[in-house]
Nanobody
Framework: QVQLVESGGGLVQAGGSLRLSCAAS????????MGWFRQTPGKEREFVAA????????YYADSVKGRFTISRDNAKNTFYLQMNTLKPEDTAVYYC????????????????WGQGTQVTVSS
């Protein structure tokens, strides 16, 4: 059973930074991709970034390119989302996700999910 546990959300002023973490357990993740999505009330879950565990290829939504960085620590089975130059429109519940292979930006194709962590960016 894959388990994903997130941490690192909070309140930050516009222009600030936060780092989200997602600790993964229950599998050997070498064939997996890990991702971050976000959701605001009344909207569908939105792709933010993803990384292939093996090889480290990364993918980003246009809205976060150049500001957010996804990375992983193989030894800790943990992946991260470093968020810089945060904007009020980045406010959302952020979810980490995992699946075998890269499932693209459609959240409905990702199998495993964390519980979500709130990120609030004040103006």
């Amino acid at each position: 059973q894959v388990q994903l546990v997130e941490s690192g959300g909070g309140l930050v002023q516009a222009g600030g930074s936060l780092r989200l973490s997602c600790a993964a357990s229950g599998r050997t993740f070498s064939s997996y991709a890990m991702g971050w999505f976000r959701q605001t009330p009344g909207k569908e879950r939105e792709f933010v970034a993803a990384i292939r565990w093996s090889g480290g290829r990364t993918y980003y939504a246009d809205s976060v390119k150049g500001r957010f960085t996804i990375s992983r620590d193989n030894a800790k089975n943990t992946f991260y989302l470093q968020m810089n130059t945060l904007k009020p429109e980045d406010t959302a519940v952020y979810y980490c996700a995992a699946d075998v292979g890269y499932s693209g930006s459609n959240y409905q194709l990702w199998k495993y999910w964390g519980q979500g962590t709130q990120v609030t960016v004040s103006s």
